[in-house]
């Protein structure tokens, strides 16, 4: 069985050797460029199945060569982010990042990331191919329907374009409207892997929820902030 290949974009070298061998050691094909121009080239040529994204870069940023790679591709993207800002600009800015580690961080840690990553895109490439048969699992509340199968959400008949997160932290709302769910609660509900993520990361995720929605509609505001509980879901605001 060929092994799955795996690109890193990184320039700092001790990192970067650090990351590959660990790679390496749980099995992955690793591929590696120092520059953001370079990884490009490479993802094109390469097509690898996962990339690692360094968000300090020397040419280009992360985040201009996340949103290249998005013109015309779905692979899954991992950033390696150095400091607060930049993780919030991973989290709030609609760069179609699937998840990101900050640095310093456990090459066991990062391998495991890659491992759950994959084994959701496969998931979720293996609904897609059963879609064609099966209608369209339909939640509807308000003005709002959730095609749960298809991870799509409308406002009104619109695409809400929601990342991951925010369809899923939707979908929990929208089960249960009216009931208040804490930060924990939500992350436990709905992040693969709560224990890693920040208490900021769904505040991140609401506000980009809520950009959404207004984009759609100023006025419509569902979501209701409780303050020192958390968040709820308001099926007729
Ligand atoms: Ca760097």
């Given amino acids: 069985m060929s092994r799955t290949l795996v690109l890193l974009i990184e320039d700092e070298p001790a990192i970067a050797e650090t ?11 690793p591929i590696h460029a120092g520059t953001g121009e370079a990884g490009l080239a490479l993802f094109r040529e390469r097509d690898p199945a996962i990339i690692i994204l360094d968000v300090g870069l020397p040419d280009l940023t992360g985040f201009e060569v996340c949103r290249e790679i998005r013109r015309g591709s779905e692979v899954p993207v991992l950033f390696l982010t150095a400091r607060d800002g930049e993780i919030d600009r991973v989290v709030g800015l609609e760069l179609g990042a699937d998840d990101y580690v900050v640095k310093p961080f456990s ?3 990062l391998t495991a990331r890659v491992g759950a990553i994959l084994r959701r895109s496969k998931r979720s ?8 048969a099966a209608p369209p699992e339909v939640m509807r509340k308000g003005r709002l329907e959730l095609l749960t199968d298809r991870y799509q959400a409308r406002l009104d008949g619109a695409d809400l ?8 932290m939707l979908k929990v709302f929208l089960s249960h409207p009216g009931r208040v769910y804490s930060r924990d609660q939500l992350m436990d509900l709905v992040w693969d892997e709560p224990e890693a993520a920040l208490d900021r990361t769904v505040d991140a ?22 303050r020192g509980l958390g968040y709820s879901f308001d099926e007729h605001p």
């Fill in 19 to 29: 990351v590959l061998y660990a790679l390496e050691s749980a099995g992955f094909e």
């Fill in 107 to 109: 090459p066991r840690e």
């Fill in 125 to 132: 490439v293996a609904a897609e191919d059963t879609m064609a």
């Fill in 161 to 168: 374009g929601l990342s991951r997160y925010e369809f899923g």
């Fill in 205 to 226: 995720h609401i506000k980009t929820l809520r950009k959404k929605m207004h984009a759609i509609d100023p006025a419509y505001d569902p979501v209701k902030t409780h």
